[in-house]
């Protein structure tokens, strides 16, 4: 692993820089490329422009490791009225959370209660949930946990990192479940025993998950978010769905907002699901690390951002 992403995915946990770092204002203004704002209505103004492209969103609301249940519960009332205020909109808006933002650090049960009450809400005004997957030692406990939602709740799906060398497993044995997944590389810094360190064996990996989910798809109808910006995974894995005869709406892309936006618009306008994932609110600083990891040049966009008024 590069030593630039080794420390940015350092400092997204240190708990200095996290109360320290968001106060500067040319921070700031550098986290506006990757979230329209800290507010709903940021979020929705930004849905709708996308809509208006025939793209739909998926919005998350920023926050992750809470230490008390009572952020939890008032994390599961943000939801809540979120999924109102997505219906009263009229926009094709899913939502996706960290279950860590929930309570799963304290308790098992009580995030699965929170998590219930989300996801009837969302299928009461016909929307989904995504789960987010944080970093390795969440996947047993996360896995669990989306067996148990599903038993009673269809429009629940569950991210999955193509790094970890168990993420092919984890997909044959949930199958029975019939689970949705939105397949990512994964943002996390793990260990060699668990992860693919190499970025071409990601790669690598992330494409064979593809062909295997793709065959699902078919086979079973499962569906299936290929989230990622790499354009050339998009050319295979568009190519391999052709191959086995899948139309272009059986295949769905998801990206993050302020990435590859003109990707985002060629993927719609050629007739591709794709849908775009916005971010919001103030507890931005560990998610935004990692988007920096990602891409450790970005870093010199941020230090631009101090010269600007
Ligand atoms: C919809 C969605 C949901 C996600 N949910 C999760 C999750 O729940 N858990 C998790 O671990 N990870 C999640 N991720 C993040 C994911 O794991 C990767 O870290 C991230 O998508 C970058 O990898 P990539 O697939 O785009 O490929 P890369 O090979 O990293 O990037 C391909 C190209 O995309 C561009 N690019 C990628 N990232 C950036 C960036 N930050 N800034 C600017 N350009 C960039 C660059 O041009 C790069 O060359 C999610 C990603 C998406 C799109």
């Known amino acids: 692993m590069n030593i630039g992403r080794s420390l940015l995915l350092w400092a ?4 200095w820089m996290k109360s320290n770092v968001p106060k500067f204002k040319f921070v700031r203004r550098a986290v506006k490329k990757f979230m329209p704002g800290e507010d709903v209505k940021d979020a929705i103004d930004a849905a709708r422009k996308l809509s208006g492209k025939n793209i739909p969103t998926t919005f998350t609301y920023l926050g992750e490791n809470i230490t008390n249940l009572s952020e939890a519960e ?3 009332e943000h939801y809540l009225h979120l999924l109102d205020r997505i219906n009263e909109e009229n926009l094709d808006v899913e939502i996706s959370l960290k279950l860590t933002q929930l309570g799963f650090d304290i308790s098992f049960d009580k995030t ?3 998590f219930e009450q989300i996801a009837r809400k969302a299928a009461d005004y016909n929307n989904n949930v995504f789960i987010d997957i944080e970093d390795s030692s969440y996947v047993d406990k996360t896995i669990e946990f989306y067996r148990k939602i599903k038993e009673k709740n269809d429009n629940v799906g569950l991210c ?3 790094y970890l060398y168990r993420t092919m497993k984890d997909i044959e044995e949930m199958l029975q479940i019939k689970p949705w997944i939105r397949l990512v590389k994964g943002a996390y810094n793990e260990p060699e025993t668990v992860a693919f ?6 790669d690598k990996n992330f494409y064979k998950l593809s062909e295997y989910l793709l065959e699902q798809t078919k086979e079973k109808g499962l569906r299936v978010a290929y989230a990622t910006h790499d354009t050339a995974l998009h050319e295979r894995i568009k190519a391999a769905a052709e191959q086995k005869g899948l139309s272009k709406n059986q295949l769905e892309f998801q990206m993050l907002y302020g990435i590859k936006t003109n990707e985002q618009y060629k993927l719609a306008e050629a007739g591709y699901n794709i849908r775009v994932l916005i971010s919001y ?3 931005w600083y560990p998610w935004y690390m990692r988007r920096l990891a990602e891409r450790p040049a970005n870093v010199l ?4 951002n101090i010269f600007r008024k």
């Open 12 to 15: 997204s946990k240190n708990e």
């Open 112 to 114: 699965l209660e929170f």
């Open 160 to 162: 999955l990192q193509a």
């Open 74 to 76: 008032n994390v599961k």
């Open 197 to 202: 360190k190499n970025k071409k064996d990601v």
């Open 301 to 304: 966009f941020v230090l631009k």
């Open 281 to 283: 609110g103030n507890a």
